[in-house]
């Protein structure tokens, strides 16, 4: 009997499979102790050869308790091996879970920049043109002839625009009438103001 038969016999006789990813050697010594421990009516019924390798694995151990450098008889043929060397089955293998299409959120794109409209210049501001009565016009040159434009005086009498208004008269020119009437320019402003002169 070759030694490739020790392991299968003992595996078929003890009745024992290799575990899922035992290794070989692990299965040599359990395969060994079971055998020790079957009676001794079960005993002669092994092989000579398979006692042999049971006895031997068993001293050997023994030793390496011990402290001994002793390596343990490899069992040929070992079922363990093959269960080893053999790919496993599909249907123990658990299929990868499929990564999710959506799992991973896209990055949003970035939002376009706004374009800042550019500011406009404001338009130039047009000088509003000037009332002919107003008294705060250009300012007249002192040739400039004053015309009255009303008959009487229109200022209430004892106000110093009273007395001024009397003392003007149709042709002065700017400088003779604040020369003769010897009061503050702004009331001949306020008379044109008030449309009651022109000064041209």
Same mark, same amino acid.
């Given at each position: ?93 658990? #299929? !990868? +879970?499929?990564?999710? &299409?959506?799992?991973?959120?896209? %990055? $949003?794109? @970035?939002? #376009? !920049? +706004?374009?800042?409209? &550019?500011?406009?210049?404001?338009? %130039? $501001?047009? @000088?509003?043109?000037? +009332? ?69």
């Amino acid at each position: 009997m070759t030694s490739e038969t020790i392991g299968v016999e003992l595996q078929k006789k003890l009745k024992l499979n290799p575990c899922h990813g035992e290794t070989p050697s692990s299965f040599a010594r359990r395969l060994a102790t079971k055998a020790n421990e079957v009676p001794d009516g079960e005993w002669k019924k092994f092989s000579d050869e398979a006692q042999a390798w049971v006895n031997s694995y068993l001293e050997a151990e023994e030793k390496s308790k011990s402290g001994e450098e002793v390596d343990l008889p490899e069992l040929e043929g070992n079922p363990a091996s093959a269960a080893s060397a053999e790919p496993p089955e599909a249907a123990d293998e658990v #299929p !990868a +879970k499929k990564a999710k &299409a959506n799992s991973a959120k896209k %990055p $949003k794109a @970035a939002a #376009p !920049a +706004k374009e800042k409209p &550019a500011k406009e210049k404001p338009a %130039p $501001k047009v @000088a509003k043109e000037k +009332k002919p009565s107003s008294g705060k016009g250009p300012r007249a040159s002192g040739s400039s002839v004053i015309s009255a434009l009303v008959k009487g005086n229109p200022y209430r009498s004892g106000t110093k625009a009273h007395a001024f208004f009397n003392g003007l008269k149709t042709g002065m020119t700017v400088s003779e009438a604040l020369a003769s009437t010897k009061v503050p320019g702004i009331y001949l402003w306020n008379a044109r103001r008030d449309g009651f002169v022109t000064i041209k």
